[in-house]
């Protein structure tokens, strides 16, 4: 049987339960200690707020999840072991590096004055996946990519290479985030071609569109897809999240997708301005309570079985950490 790395030892597949693949104890934009009137959540506060986030879920009947927060995205792996050893919870963090835009582009373009970076971050994969980041001696349990809406750079296809190279020697899964619902399928195709196993990736964000073709071409190339920004409206709509999401569980693709809500918990810094964070919060946007509350009244609504659902929340979750490949798709 396969073992996963969390933030608190190793665990197996079996052992994750109902799972959320897809949530941020705390977020930090690159250059957020830069707006030092606003530092953000203390070590106190994002403790407290976590801890409150994780019991909420376990009252609901969750007991693991991964927090797929890269490298250069302001990740706390031993905030996440404190929170985890405080509430029992299974928390899988990862190792990686965000999209051009957003993420620590400067330091890694800086390097490649200097040659191909690919080895270098592979071997800063392998290192976190197999040893533990930093001295902290906390492994990761997947690798983390992305790329922006429309476009994949030179930089991120650099990440992409990297990360495949780390997946095939180590055997780790690789969960990605795409922008309104575009680039999965490249993602998924330079990830194969570099040697990847397609069910050992998630296609994150994909229900950042209701494109049934782009979701059924990936499914069919036997990845997972991340329907993983549940309470997110700003970004798309719930509506036809729902609706995409019954239309691929009625087209025979429910056993590869997971779900989740990519809600941050605390921030580094003030990158969203109060009074519009509090505006996006108004429709359950970062509330990891989301889905159970309100998505799965309207799946039920619309047809879906509780087998179904729970087919999403802990069957999906458990075969992707386990390796078992997916069937063919009609």
């Known amino acids: 049987m396969a073992t996963i790395a969390t933030v608190n030892g190793e665990t197996t597949p079996d052992k994750l339960g109902k799972t959320l693949m897809h949530e941020h104890l705390v977020i930090g934009y690159p250059g957020f200690e830069t707006h030092t009137t606003h530092p953000g959540f203390d070590a106190h506060e994002q403790y407290r707020v976590c ?13 693991s999840m991964l927090d797929p927060c890269p490298n250069d995205l302001g990740r706390d792996v031993e905030l996440a072991a404190k929170v985890a050893q405080r509430t029992g919870f299974q928390i899988v963090c990862a190792t990686g590096l965000y999209k051009q835009s957003e993420g620590g582009f400067a ?58 190279k780390a997946s095939v020697e180590t055997g780790a899964p690789i969960t990605t985030h ?7 399928d490249a993602q998924q195709r330079i990830l194969t071609e570099n040697g990847v ?72 810094g003030e990158p969203i301005p109060p009074k519009v964070l509090a505006k996006m919060g108004e429709g359950g946007a970062f509330d990891p309570t989301h889905f159970s509350k309100l998505i799965i009244p309207k799946l039920r609504e619309a047809g879906i079985r509780d087998d179904e659902i729970d087919r999403l929340l802990i069957e999906n979750p458990r075969r992707f950490f386990e390796g078992e490949k997916l069937g063919t798709l009609a």
């Open 178 to 184: 795409t922008d309104n619902g575009t680039m999965g």
């Open 51 to 63: 801890v409150d986030k994780i019991q909420s879920l376990q009252e609901l009947g969750f007991s």
């Open 107 to 164: 330091y890694w373009h800086f390097r490649s004055n200097f040659g191909s970076q690919v080895d270098a971050m592979a071997e800063l994969f392998i290192r976190e996946l197999t040893e533990g980041i930093g001295e902290t001696g906390i492994r990761a349990g997947i690798i983390k990519v992305a790329t922006d809406a429309g476009a994949i750079t030179d930089y991120e296809k650099t990440v992409l290479e990297a990360a495949a």
């Open 197 to 268: 196993p397609a069910h050992r990736i998630i296609i994150g964000h994909s229900c950042g569109t209701d494109d049934h073709d782009y979701h059924m071409g990936i499914a069919r190339g036997g990845s997972y897809l991340g329907f993983d920004r549940f309470g997110l409206e700003v970004a798309f709509p719930d509506e036809k999240r729902v609706a995409s999401l019954v239309k691929m569980i009625r087209g025979g693709a429910g056993d590869r997708v997971v779900v989740s809500h990519d809600s941050v918990w605390c921030w580094r």
